[in-house]
């Protein structure tokens, strides 16, 4: 999948071999998840038991339309995770998408790499600016010193 062009559509039911009634769960939230792959060498996708800790789910999906993929998504393996709540706002369930080695049904997503010559010509006139900009201040201030020096001597 490509950031920003393509659309990701979820579906969802419940597992009827569980005993929970349908108005036990009253929200569900859809979130795109990094896969272990995508996790190696990255503190800031890494899997926690603590859910106020876990950083494997960051991005939420609008379950209900296609979603786009938004642009700033990083490039990775995903998959994806539904969360269930009762009334309460408490967690009550959830399901993945991937298998029970967390190696199949993950996806890629592409990030976009376009770089445009007007952001690269900009980048390079507001980072060639302050350097000139400090030169040109510290020329100046050295002159002045110079010609306060040569008036006082007389």
Excluded at 47 to 54: A, L, N, P, V, W
Aim: hydrophobic letters at 35%.
């Amino acid at each position: 999948l490509k950031a920003g062009d393509d659309k990701i559509t979820v579906s969802w039911s419940l597992n009827r071999s569980f005993r929970a009634t349908d108005d036990l769960y009253k929200k569900v939230k859809v979130t795109l998840c990094y896969a272990p792959a995508s996790q190696v060498d990255g503190a800031w996708s890494k899997t926690e038991d603590d859910m106020t800790k876990d950083r494997t789910c960051q991005f939420t999906i609008n379950h209900s339309l296609g979603s786009m993929i938004e642009n700033d998504a990083p490039e990775a393996s995903y998959f994806v995770t539904v969360y269930a709540s009762d009334s309460a706002g408490k967690e009550v369930g959830f399901g993945q998408t991937f298998g029970a080695r967390k190696s199949s049904n993950l996806f890629e997503i592409h990030a976009i790499s376009e770089r445009h010559l007007s952001l690269e010509i900009s980048s390079m006139c507001f980072s060639f600016f302050p350097a000139v900009s400090l030169f040109g201040f510290y020329f100046v201030e050295r002159s002045k010193r110079k010609g306060s020096q040569g008036i006082e001597r007389r």
